[in-house]
């Protein structure tokens, strides 16, 4: 994990603030503003705050789902901001998303077989039945059947539409996954489980992983290094054990805190960290 993937510089994202009948631009609103990161092949690095700090704006930033006001973001040597339309398009091959809500990530008007599948076929890498077994193939390994193919979102649980989210962000076999608080909208139980599939593919996979979220438990558990974010910046950068056991912000001592203890005679304290 020494080689970088993705480095980030400097990066900025302000949104500008508009007043009166011309509308005119009156200030701007620094949502992220001045982030720098990098992110190794085959690491996760946790992108975590509390909610309105900017880690999803610097997620679908890095994307260009969003325009970035300024910075650089280097992904394998490309820098994704001064990339052409279509060698953007070639890019996202290699760079996905998972959504945070699963519903309203999948259209419900398509059968699920298709919502894998379009990536495929938007590319142009597979069609009939070659496209049809690639569809079966991530949904098995997603952890449902074959026959879900024929079925629609609606027709499944949350935990369920989450799997079929990530069968549709490994569809073109992609090197980074940015995953915007994946597990969220979901019951404790149904959380491990997809944190336990999304370390398992990176296994499988060599992908690499810039995972955001709220929730320290769940950063603790997935993460190899964890950058802090409070409004807009990153305030605190370490491995894993680093931050957690010997964090050097208040704000990450609150982060800590927050993650309930089922025990409330017990001291709270993070579980000691897994080897990664």
Same mark, same amino acid.
Request: hydrophobic letters at 40%; glycine letters at 4%; a negative charge.
């Given at each position: 994990m020494a080689q970088p993937i993705l480095e980030v510089k400097d990066l900025q994202v302000h949104f500008p603030i508009r007043r009166g009948l011309l509308q005119r631009t009156v200030g701007h609103v620094k949502a992220v503003d001045g982030v720098s990161f990098t992110l190794n092949r085959g690491e996760t690095l946790g992108l975590v705050g509390e909610s309105g700090c900017g880690k999803t704006t610097a997620g679908r930033a890095l994307l260009r789902l969003i325009p970035a006001t300024g910075g650089t973001a280097n992904f394998d040597g490309q820098d994704i901001f001064s990339l052409a339309p279509e060698a953007m398009r070639t890019l996202r091959r290699r760079i996905q998303i998972i959504f945070q809500d699963p519903g309203g990530s999948l259209n419900p008007r398509m059968r699920v077989g298709n919502i894998i599948g379009e990536p495929l076929l938007v590319h142009g890498l597979a069609t009939g039945d070659q496209l049809r077994s690639r569809v079966e193939e991530l949904l098995v390994r997603c952890g449902l059947w074959k026959q879900a193919a024929d079925r629609y979102p609606h027709e499944f649980s949350g935990g369920q539409r989450q799997r079929i989210g990530i069968a549709r962000a490994l569809a073109l076999d992609p090197d980074l996954?940015?995953?915007?608080?994946?597990?969220?909208?979901?019951? +404790?139980?149904?959380?491990?489980?997809?944190?336990?599939?999304?370390?398992?593919?990176?296994?499988?996979?060599?992908? #690499? $992983?810039?995972?955001? #979220?709220?929730? %320290?438990?769940?950063? @603790?558990?997935?993460?190899? *290094?964890?950058?802090?974010?409070?409004?807009?910046?990153? +305030?605190? %950068?370490?491995?894993?054990?680093?931050?957690? *056991? #010997?964090?050097?912000?208040? $704000?990450?001592?609150?982060?800590?805190?927050?993650?309930?203890?089922?025990?409330? @005679?017990?001291? *709270?304290? +993070?579980?000691?960290?897994?080897?990664?």
């Open positions: 996954i940015v995953c915007d608080e994946p597990t969220s909208a979901l019951d +404790v139980s149904i959380q491990s489980q997809i944190l336990n599939l999304l370390k398992d593919l990176q296994d499988e996979r060599g992908l #690499s $992983y810039l995972f955001i #979220s709220h929730d %320290m438990a769940v950063i @603790h558990h997935i993460c190899h *290094r964890i950058a802090v974010m409070r409004e807009g910046r990153i +305030v605190e %950068m370490g491995t894993r054990d680093e931050v957690i *056991r #010997s964090p050097k912000q208040a $704000y990450t001592k609150e982060l800590l805190d927050a993650v309930p203890e089922a025990d409330p @005679h017990r001291k *709270r304290i +993070v579980a000691p960290a897994a080897k990664a």
